[in-house]
């Protein structure tokens, strides 16, 4: 805070800047300073200082970074809603979409499948079939999330193709009738691939219902194959009741 004194005026009005002198309020003018600048009828006016306090301030919103997108609609968002899932990278549906129940159906498949795996594996024969089941589960599953083609490929010693003839003609294979009404009669084994069987119908029915739409069918080597996985646990449940795994 500066003492402006008339010392001080006399020295500037020397070196003739006296009359562009300007004072802020913040300076402090004796009283003889004043008298001199009266005497000489030299006006001045005090620039008031702005406090910092009463400046405009400028708000400047940051502009929001949407890091996901709806897959239907597009709208964006920053984070993702607890009602919704990603389905491919950062695109989001809500969770009870055709594709996400599908997904859903074909997690607890793998994750039963590898229950039973386990549960046989010192059976070398049937720990071998439900490595390989399991692979084809892993990988029809891998297909649908990554929206990659389903590449068919031998399972149980067969071609997809041949797994339908055979599991078609149980007399010609197995000197059988089809396993109908499973029960309690039926060893445990049968019994269990009986149920990823059923557990592979309802993956198979929800596929058709993802991906058939208005008479029109999207991935139809999905379909395909999981028609096929049926087959296959249901030639696993065949070899078993023949004692093929003994």
Known sequence: MPVITEEFLRKIE????LNTLKISEKDILTPSAREFLGARKIKF???KAVQEDLKP???????PVYKYKCYVTEASFEKKPEYMTQIFGNYLVVKNHKRIVLRGKFDNLQAQTVKYWKKYQ????????FS???RFVRDLFISEMTDAEFLERDVLGHDIDSLKDITHNT??????????EINAEYGEDVIDINCLRALSRECEVAAVDAFYKDGK???????????RLSS????MMLKANNGDYK
């Open 45 to 47: 006016e005090e620039e």
């Open 14 to 17: 020397k070196q003739g800047k």
């Open 122 to 129: 010192k059976n070398k024969k049937l720990e071998s079939d």
């Open 171 to 180: 007399v010609k294979y197995f000197k059988t009738g089809h396993l109908f």
């Open 132 to 134: 390989q089941a399991y």
């Open 57 to 63: 301030k400028i708000i400047v919103d940051k502009a």
């Open 217 to 227: 069918v999207e991935r139809n080597d999905i379909l395909k194959a999981l028609n």
């Open 232 to 235: 296959i646990f249901y030639l």
